[in-house]
């Protein structure tokens, strides 16, 4: 009976037991599950998918790749949100981070009166105390700000090129901005005019290395023209503007618009310049245009603020006195109008004159009459020392009834004769006449301010001068694109060929070569590449090396014939981009060539980030035709051309 009862209360601690173990087991399994269900949502609401959980008991573990520390750092914020933070193990990785990208190396040079600042980021094997001295000789007692920071990286491919060139080139622009980056310089500069603009053009192309992007932006100002000009003319011919000045881009169309309406050219042009004498120039210049066409024919001249009206002979003086009254009510202020309507003169009678003419070839005749000895030996070394004394013929004879300002109409007639490449001029009495071509666009602004100032208010005088382009020192120059396809035409009718085996000019090409640079000669500075081409027989080393050396040996024979080569590379190509079949003969003989092509500026992409701005990025890393191929299969030989 004692028995009985003991085996029963220790089965009954023993079933408890059991109870109480398989409830903890559960409990505990619910609890890891329930944490770990809880950590993995919570990090996949944020995004981190990457993170694996586990929970051991009341510990979660979490483990994976973080893509950054600060990843790493939110995923076990984020799980102690959901956990005890202290319950929560941390057994993440940080993928490891590449290199920091080198920094874009970059440097602005600005150049003034006041001296040379130079702002940027040059690689630290830059010689940038040799820059820095190099502005300071520029500078002279002026200033040189250095505001440069390096780093230590690598200098990329063309920086070294592209900051001595700047440097090279800023010592001729006083008034300049240079752009540096590896391969590419931007000049901004101001010119004196546009003759000069031209020139810093050409110098800083012919200086710049082949391989340098150069980018110019030169400007000219203005010309300031004295006295300020126009004259308009209507006579059985038309109406023309023999020079037009105006203040204004608005100005210049309002007074062509008139000028058209009244029966000019389309075409005809103003010059924009500086000296205005009153904001109210173009509606003055419109109104008295418009007066003009209502008389029909005659002339009107502007000087700065005197207005010259000459009617045409032969007009009604009804019609005259009221469009001249209409004109003079019309003016703005400042404005002050002399008009005179010429009497009818006997056609039987004819004025005395002087007559100069200047041939194409500049020859120069003086003619007609003069009023004193004096005067003739004035007006033959005036005319000698404008144009050559060996270019002068003077056979002028002596009238002493000539008028007393017969001097001056002369020698003003010579000057103005300077400014044309030929034409003439002929004085009488009452009227000067320049007449001609020039390759100057501002010519007729140039003469026409020249005889309002030497004649004075009132004087009766016309200019008729003809602008043309192939005249014009500049734009007369074909385009780099005419250049090549004028090249490519002469290759069509001549080939290149070479000796045999070697990269020497054939006898019989020589005649191209000629020819070629004669036009390169007419070309100014352009970018060019001598392309040199072999078929495909041979191995292809040699072909390359030999069509080096050929596209090099017609550069040479450039050079000897006087071409300017400054900006040309010679560059082999061997077999590449056939033109022909290489498997017929015919077709090697068209491959086996010399080409020239121009040299295109590479498309930009704007860059917004600063050399500074690239700096700071980089945190602590700144420490601040045609010839052969002859090369053929081993132990053939040189058959062709």
Known sequence: ???????????????????????????VQLIEDTSEIGVRDALDAQGMTWAEVQADGLQVTLAGIAPTEAVRFRALSTAGTVVDAARVIDEMEVE?????????????????????SIIGLIPTSTDREAVIDAFGDMAGDASVTDLLESADYPAPEGWEDALSFAVQAMADLPRAKASVDA??????????????????????????????????????????????????????????????????????????KAGITTGAPENADCTIGLGVPSPNWGRAVALTIDALGRLGQGSISFADADITLLAAPGTESTTFDRVVGELENALPDVFALTAKLPEVEDPEAGPPEF???????????????????????????????????????TAARLDETLPGDWATRVLTGLEAMASLANGSVKVTPDRLEVMGN?????????VASLLADKLGEGADYSIDITYQEKLDPIAGLPTPEECEAEIREILEIGKITFEPGSATIDASALGTMDDIAEVLKNCGDIRLEIQGYTDSQGRESMNLSLSQSRAESVLNE??????????????????ENPIADNKTEEGREANRRIEFRLIQPEAETPEDETALE???????????????????????GDEQN
């Open 1 to 27: 009976m004692r028995l009985s009862a003991i085996f029963t209360i220790a089965l009954t601690f023993a079933a408890a037991a059991v109870v109480s173990l398989v409830a903890a087991s559960f409990s």
């Open 558 to 575: 450039l050079r000897a014939r006087r071409v300017l080569t400054s900006s040309f590379v010679a560059k082999g190509y061997g077999e």
């Open 355 to 393: 007559t100069a003419t200047l041939s194409p070839e500049g020859q120069v005749q003086l003619r007609g009459r003069l009023s004193t000895e004096g005067l003739r030996d004035l007006a033959d070394s005036y005319a000698k020392s404008h144009f050559g004394s060996a270019n002068v013929y």
């Open 438 to 446: 020039t390759g100057n666009k501002d010519a007729n602004t140039t």
């Open 96 to 116: 490891a981070q590449s290199g920091i990208a080198p920094p874009r190396f970059s440097a602005e040079v600005l150049r003034n009166d006041a001296g040379i």
């Open 614 to 636: 690239s700096a700071e990025e980089t945190g602590d890393t700144t420490a601040e035709e045609i010839g052969e191929s002859d090369e053929t299969e081993e132990g053939s």
């Open 183 to 256: 391969g590419r310089v931007t000049i901004t500069a101001i010119a004196d005019s546009a003759a000069a603009k031209a020139q810093m053009e050409r110098k800083l192309q012919r200086a710049a290395p082949p391989s340098l992007r150069l980018r110019l932006d030169i400007a000219a100002p203005r010309p300031v023209i004295t006295p300020f000009t126009l004259r308009f003319e209507i006579d059985a011919e038309g109406a023309r503007f023999d020079a037009c000045s105006a203040d204004t881009e608005a100005a210049a169309d309002r007074i062509l």
